[in-house]
């Protein structure tokens, strides 16, 4: 029993997160959901309550998983802050390719004009797996492994050049021609821009082969 309450409620988020990416928030309604899932709409109400306690759980859920397989790699690593930093960012990229609709969501929501109280609660969820990230920069900066840099101005900048290039933006296809590069080339430019924009100069040398 409890592990069917499970699968329709995997489906529902799995079902609400397609039609959210593709239409919108104030596009998409609980009826329209539960259609496309096959189930009567008080299903719906009945596992999330309304169509914003779905959305969010969205968020929860995509940011818990990011969170856990981040918070494996702090432990069982022994790497320094450089190639630490390197393995979140390939878990962060593989999020972005393996949840594309979630990061679609993501992204509109960044620069949506939905009220502070709503935008502030899906923030919440993003702090776990974001203050991981803080931590090895600042770990880094502490080793004079990295320069002495805003961590804070660093994490914006870093989290906005990924979900633009690895979501593959018109403005990023564009300007980088990313259509005519391949993953790996992709993978390499961004390294090289932590490389240079982060690292020290002493810890720079030592990353080139």
């Known amino acids: 029993m409890k ?12 079902t609400a997160e397609v039609m959210f990416a593709e239409n919108g928030y104030e596009g998409t309604t609980v009826r329209d959901i539960a259609a496309k899932a096959g189930v009567n709409p008080a299903l719906i109400y009945y596992h ?3 169509k914003e306690h779905l959305y969010k759980s969205i968020f929860e859920l995509r940011f818990r998983l990011l969170t856990d397989r981040l918070s494996v790699l702090r432990v069982n690593t022994t790497a320094g802050s450089f190639e630490k930093l390197l393995s979140y960012i390939t878990v962060y990229i593989a999020g ?3 949840n594309f609709y979630f990061y679609r969501i ?3 929501e960044i620069f949506s004009f939905r009220n ?6 899906i923030l919440d969820y993003a702090k776990a797996s974001s203050n991981i990230f803080r931590e090895v920069i600042k770990d880094g900066i502490v080793s004079n492994e990295f320069r002495n840099i805003d961590a804070d101005l ?3 900048t870093l989290f906005h050049l990924l979900h633009q290039i690895i979501g593959r933006s018109p403005l990023a296809s564009e300007l980088l021609n990313l259509e005519e590069i391949t993953e ?5 430019r961004i390294k090289n821009f932590i490389s240079h924009q982060l690292c020290s100069p002493r810890t720079s040398l030592s990353q080139q082969p």
């Open 116 to 121: 502070h109280s709503f935008k502030m609660a």
């Open 96 to 98: 972005i390719r393996d």
């Open 106 to 108: 993501l992204n509109s």
């Open 3 to 14: 592990e069917q309450k499970n699968h329709i409620k995997d489906l529902l988020l799995l």
């Open 154 to 156: 660093f994490l914006m």
């Open 184 to 188: 790996e080339k992709i993978a390499d």
């Open 48 to 50: 999330f309550e309304s």
